[in-house]
């Protein structure tokens, strides 16, 4: 069974402005890039080596031992509400992905 670690979109990985369906008010809140790397990292190093082989480096942090999955979760109700459409929740995740 694979781990995974489920972080929350709006207020923990960006700022909650009210308006999350404009990619261009998209603010990383602080950490969250390099708590997303830290994870991103340890995935990309686990499917390098293989199955089983050694780490190459000791880990500086505890996620860099995991080969946990970095899942994020939204839950969109301005698109229920008609505020904006699944597009823009698309180009609103795109942004969060570059920055």
């Given at each position: 069974m694979r781990r995974a670690v489920f972080l929350d979109r709006d207020g923990t990985l960006i700022a909650n402005d009210g308006d999350l369906g404009d990619p261009s008010r998209v603010r990383l809140l602080p950490g969250a890039?390099?708590?997303?790397?830290?994870l991103h990292g340890a995935v990309a190093e686990a499917a390098a080596r293989g199955a089983g082989a050694p780490a190459a480096a000791s880990p500086s942090h505890p996620l860099e031992r995991s080969d946990a999955a970095l899942v994020v979760v939204t839950n969109q109700g301005g698109v229920a509400r008609g505020a904006y459409d699944e597009t823009a929740v698309e180009r609103t995740n795109n942004e969060i992905e570059s920055q």
């Open positions: 890039a390099e708590a997303c790397a830290i």
